[in-house]
């Protein structure tokens, strides 16, 4: 546990990093358009589509499928054969999302007015900005996409430190693209005057164009370090490539499942009033902050020990490790919970939303906070069961969940 400890603190602290400079970035966003909740909106809802496309293929599907098979090979047989299995899979979900990229950007406005779509609410120019920014966003999927595949491969070599420095170099490029790229005058900054682009919202998908590919950069040298050789090979009939597809596929429904959720309070909020759609995902984020620094970083920190230990059949010391830290998150999060969620109003003026904005992220936030508790604990349970190799089971539960 000690070692499990140690790298869930390291993984938190850099994980409480990236929310302070994505907390900054949150800020300077909604000051920037405060005046226009609109743009913010649509800038909010272009990134269902293309966050639904990297959830789907490698940011939860895959990774979570993808770390236990591979933590197996480096168990059971050696680093060449684990890097040869890591090419296959990396080549083919390349291929797969830039494949769905192109179809999704040649039916962005169908799945932008469809009635069961994004944003029917909206009015036709609207309407067309979140296409077109669904477009562009796509190009930062097709790097986040390599990038989760990056992060599973080390982690499985048990390295955290280059995956959780990985997030604050993606908000570096989207405080680029707030502070140069959107502003049509210099900002002032100390004795520094940046230049500005003007490019406004399409600036902010520039910035999280730039933060994928830092995002994914970083990451690079580890890669090299653990003897990573990358190789053209595709082969569907390789058995750790059909296991991988094996565990990956109830995995994507589930995926598909909680994505769906966000998409369709998306669709409901879009018809409301301006702000409805930015309320929900400042509230999310505001929610995923603790769950980050506790859930996430200790369901990250575990993953790869307890997929070693079901490797080796060691149930035993698989059920303690487990259950120490099911204890350790209920301990962290249930009065965490409800210091926030009396706590949280505060906070939000600091975003420079009006009136109106400012209470529907009071109320979202708060939401969002009632379910820490069960998040975290789905963290570490659903890992505990995809480290035994089993998908079925977080499927039936999410599946119950949106329903």
């Known amino acids: 546990m000690k070692h499990i400890a140690r790298s869930t603190l390291m993984i938190a602290i850099f994980f409480g990093l990236e929310k302070g400079l994505g907390f900054i970035r949150n800020i300077l966003i909604s000051r920037s358009f405060s005046a226009h909740p609109e ?71 169908q799945l932008v007015r469809s009635r069961l779509g994004i944003a029917p609410g909206f009015g036709p120019e609207q309407q067309a900005l979140v296409a077109d920014l669904m477009r562009l966003n796509l190009i930062a999927t097709m790097l986040f996409s390599l990038a989760g595949l990056a992060i599973a491969g080390l982690q499985a070599n048990q390295h955290f430190l280059l995956p959780a420095l990985a997030p604050s170099m993606y908000d570096l490029g989207a405080l680029v693209g707030i502070l140069i790229l959107v502003p ?146 209920l301990a962290m999060t249930i009065p965490l919970a409800a210091i926030l969620i009396a706590g949280i109003h505060p906070l939000i003026p600091i975003l420079g939303f009006d009136p109106a904005v400012s209470e529907m992220v009071i109320w979202t936030s708060r939401a969002y906070m009632l379910g820490l508790v069960g998040y975290s604990i789905q963290e570490l349970t659903a890992r505990s069961f995809y480290a035994r190799q089993d998908a079925r089971t977080p499927l039936v539960t999410i599946t119950l969940t949106a329903l």
């Open 39 to 109: 743009l913010l909106d649509a800038f909010n809802a272009a990134n269902n589509i293309p966050d639904l496309l990297f959830a789907l293929i490698s940011g939860g599907a895959l990774a979570l499928a993808f770390i236990p098979v591979l933590s197996e090979y480096l168990e059971k047989r050696d680093r060449p054969a684990a890097w040869d299995l890591f090419s296959r899979i990396t080549n083919l979900v390349f291929l797969l999302t830039l494949g769905l990229s192109i179809v999704i950007a040649l039916f962005a406005d």
């Open 184 to 329: 049509e005058t210099p900002l002032q900054l100390g004795p520094i005057t940046l230049p500005a682009m003007g490019l406004g919202i399409h600036g902010l998908v520039y910035g999280t164009i730039l933060g994928a590919a830092l995002f994914l950069g970083v990451q690079i040298p580890g890669l090299v370090h653990f003897g990573f050789r990358w190789s053209a090979k595709i082969d569907l009939k390789h058995p750790g490539v059909r296991q991988v597809i094996l565990i990956m596929g109830p995995r994507v429904l589930t995926v598909f499942f909680i994505q769906l959720i966000f998409i369709m309070q998306d669709n409901i909020a879009s018809r409301l009033a301006a702000g409805s759609v930015t309320a929900l995902v400042y509230g999310w984020l505001f929610s995923q902050v603790p769950e980050s620094l506790i859930g996430t970083a200790i369901g990250t920190a575990l993953l790869p020990t307890i997929s070693e230990q079901a490797a080796r059949q060691d149930f035993a010391a698989f059920e303690r490790t487990v259950n120490a830290t099911l204890r350790v998150i």
